[in-house]
Structure formats: C-alpha cells, structure tokens
C-alpha cells in the first residue's frame, strides 16, 4: 500500500537538507569575505532547526553554530530553514570583527548586550507606530509599538529586545528579538 504521507515527508525532509546545505554555503562564504586571510578550514559550520516552545518567540530557528578553534558560538535566524535568504544570512551574520574575535578564541557576545539608555543606537520604530510581526513561518500579525527596549526578567544581564509590541487581535504583547525585516516591519 502506498502511503501519501510518507512520500510527503520525504520530500519535505529532502527540501530541507537542500535548504540547510545551501545556508551552510552562505555563510561559509559570508566567513570568507569577513576572515579571508584566516585558516578556515579550521572552522566548522552546522546548520539546524531548533524548536522554541517560548510563545514570544518564533515557533522554529535557523540556528548557525560556527565551531572554532577555541570556541563554539551560534547565530539564530527566526525562520525555517527553507525560508531562510542569502540576505538573512547575511544580516544575522556578526560584522568581521566579531567573527575575527570568534576565531581568535575570543568569548565574545552577539548580538552585544544593548544599553537601554543608549540613544546612539537608532530604531527604525517608535512607540505608538503600526508594525506588523512574524509570529510564525509565513505569518504576519499587526500590532503597535508599545515600548522600546523591552527587557524581561528572564533575558541574561544587559540583553534588550530593541520592541514590545502589542497584537490588534488578542492584545498579547510580545517582543521583537531583533530591528530587522525578518522579525518586525511597517504596514
């Protein structure tokens, strides 16, 4: 008997390895243009999905972990997978100093611990402005801007999520982990 089911799981499984291939070489080539004149076939890269049950955050991550010499640190992108952009990656990468610290065996934080009195840093939103949210794959739901810099109790010391955001359906107030196009937008 032939079952529809499976032979659409394998084609989603086979979908995804695709998908996570083509980001493994994205960032491979994002570590190039940054460490070009470093070793980097001393570096591994593994790319998978992580599942987060925390309902502020997306359902499923893209998380990079990219394994140095001397350390082990990992860059999460709030979308599935096959999802995933050359531009996210790309925009979710750290900058070429972060990454050169990281292949130094430097322990350093990214995104770095954010001041909420730090004004320097400038957000694309202010309160009160209309947004529209990812809140899952291929989801988008309208809210509002209800605070800058969100903090909850939870978050490790001196990490900020740049928005609070209130839903117009329910009124649940969520949080944008990042100022960026994959997670917050205008409407």
Do not use: H
Request: proline residues 7%; negative net charge; contains cysteine.
């Amino acid at each position: 008997m032939f079952n529809f089911n499976s032979q659409g799981n394998k084609q989603q499984q086979a979908q995804k390895k695709k998908a996570t291939a083509q980001v493994k070489v994205w960032v491979s080539e994002a570590l190039q243009a940054a460490l070009g004149e470093c070793d980097l076939s001393k570096v591994r890269i593994e790319v998978s999905e992580v599942q987060c049950g925390d309902p502020n955050c997306a359902p499923i991550d893209t998380v990079i972990r990219l394994w140095f010499s001397e350390t082990q640190q990992s860059v999460g992108i709030p979308l599935e997978v096959q999802e995933v952009l050359k531009e996210d990656v790309e925009d979710f990468i750290p900058p070429a100093d972060v990454l050169k610290d990281w292949f130094d065996g430097k322990d350093r934080a990214w995104p770095e611990p954010t001041n909420s009195t730090d004004t320097s840093v400038q957000l694309r939103f202010q309160v009160g402005d209309k947004v529209q949210c990812c809140v899952g794959p291929g989801k988008w739901a309208p809210g509002s801007v209800e605070a800058l810099w969100y903090r909850q109790p939870n978050f490790p010391p001196g990490m900020y999520a740049p928005y609070q955001i209130k839903l117009e359906e329910d009124g649940t107030l969520i949080f944008a982990p990042y100022d960026a196009d994959q997670c917050i937008r205008a409407r």
